[in-house]
């Protein structure tokens, strides 16, 4: 490995590599409680892969052990349904006193509250949407019960993905539903305490929609510019095809809008697939090192994992997913922005794009986790070490 970081230092300077370094130790995301839950492999018969944990103290069991093999995700995405109701209908803060003391006894932190739209009577036809006031007025009130618990538990931050939408043309009035959305989120960020920033998630499918009423980052742009502390989040699996999530994210950084950002791997459809390494995801770290939005707290830019592993291991999937962002990070973390300008202003198009690739595609960055790893005390293989501990063997056995 110090060979390989020598070769490191000597292409890219010392400077960079410690930079480097220092990125990844520092780098945290969020961890989603319900890759751990009840999730199922879909078509293959509701195969759920098996230990998977039954309730939020059994989630928060399984994300310790990631932390303590990864050193990240140090705080918990929750689903206010999925997490601290007991009939997945009525939120109970007694639940939720429970999770932040079990939280704290494990040196786990409380993150993003997620209202949990897609759950509870009535709601077929939407949430803040519904023709039906007794539904919308229902999800007003989880959305009160997710920022208050956030503000006084965690950290202040609600994450709001609606599912609302339609299935066919004709079926609703677009921009009737469009003004229903805008005019009860309107109504919903005078009622939340204004501390609390709220994230608005756009999403441009679900399986068989003709619309969604918040399809792209343009209508979440707009409703948050009507709101006060909000801003956008961009999860990766919620795109159309071809489109450059990293320009969405350097224009968002220049136009100073707070944002939050959901990784996972997606093929076809909103696959929420185990993060892989790729391209996209190092560009967009490109973007936003270079905007200051990863490690500078006050620009209030939110990072998560979104993933649901439907057959695979839970624990490795979401180890794998942040060993996945950390190379991402790392590879942009080494691209010199003066010496690509330079490239740049001579009008040099072939090898501006063949500097930024050589970094992006083809360095292998990988004795840079091991060092940060090793400078952290954490082990150099955290899935190896994770078979070894024999934890799957335990969960899987107490939790039939
Ligand atoms: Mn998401």
């Known amino acids: ?66 932390y303590k093999l990864t050193g990240k995700g140090k705080s918990i995405l929750t689903h206010v349904l999925w997490d601290f109701s007991l009939d997945e209908t009525n939120p109970d803060e007694k639940i939720v006193k429970k999770v932040y003391d079990y939280l704290k006894k494990k040196n786990l932190l409380l993150g993003t509250v997620s209202p949990t739209y897609f759950l509870g009577p009535n709601s077929y036809m939407g949430s ?26 965690g950290n202040s931050v609600i994450s709001l993905w609606f599912p609302d939408g339609s ?34 998630e756009y999403k441009l499918f679900e399986p068989t929609t003709y619309s969604t009423t918040i399809p792209d980052w343009a209508t ?3 409703l948050s510019k009507k709101l006060k502390n909000c801003g956008i989040l961009i999860d990766l699996g919620h795109h159309p095809f071809g489109i450059n999530i990293e320009q969405i994210a350097a224009t968002l950084i220049i136009e100073n809008i707070k ?12 696959d929420d697939q ?23 707290k006050n620009k209030k830019w939110f990072y998560a994992l979104d993933i649901a592993a439907g057959r695979e291991n839970r624990i490795e999937s979401v180890i794998n997913s942040i060993e996945s962002l950390e190379i991402c990070l790392a590879k942009a973390s080494f691209v010199d ?25 083809l360095t292998d960055v990988r004795p840079v986790i091991y060092q940060a790893r090793k400078e952290k005390k954490l082990p150099l293989n955290p899935i190896e070490e994770y078979r070894k501990t024999q934890y799957q063997e335990k969960i899987e056995k107490e939790r039939k």
């Not at 590599?17 to 990844?24: L, T, Y």
């Not at 944002?259 to 909103?270: I, K």
Request: hydrophobic residues 40%.
């Open 274 to 296: 185990s993060v892989e390494v790729s391209p996209t995801i190092s560009r967009i770290f490109y973007y936003l090192l270079k905007g200051d939005v990863v490690f500078n």
């Open 337 to 361: 922005i003066e010496k690509l300008k330079h490239l740049q202003k001579k009008y040099d198009i072939i090898c501006a794009t063949r500097y930024f690739n050589e970094i992006i595609v």
């Open 167 to 200: 299935l066919y043309p004709g079926e609703i009035e677009l921009d009737e539903n469009y003004k229903l959305m805008r005019d009860t989120l309107i109504e919903v960020r005078k009622k939340v305490s204004q501390d609390v920033f709220i994230l608005i």
């Open 128 to 153: 803040f949407t519904s023709p039906l006031k007794e539904v919308r007025d229902y999800f007003i009130k989880q959305t009160l019960f997710a920022s208050n618990i956030a503000k006084k538990y």
């Open 220 to 222: 979440a742009y707009i």
């Open 259 to 270: 944002c939050g950002f959901h990784f996972n791997t997606r093929y076809a459809a909103d």
């Open 1 to 66: 490995m110090e060979k390989e970081l020598e070769i490191l230092t000597k292409k890219f300077g010392k400077e960079k590599v410690e930079k480097a370094i220092e990125n990844v130790k520092n780098f945290d995301v969020e961890i989603p409680s319900w890759v751990f839950g009840k999730f199922g492999g879909g078509r293959f018969g509701g195969y759920i892969p098996p230990g998977y944990a039954r309730n939020i103290f059994e989630k928060i069991d399984d994300a310790e052990i990631v």
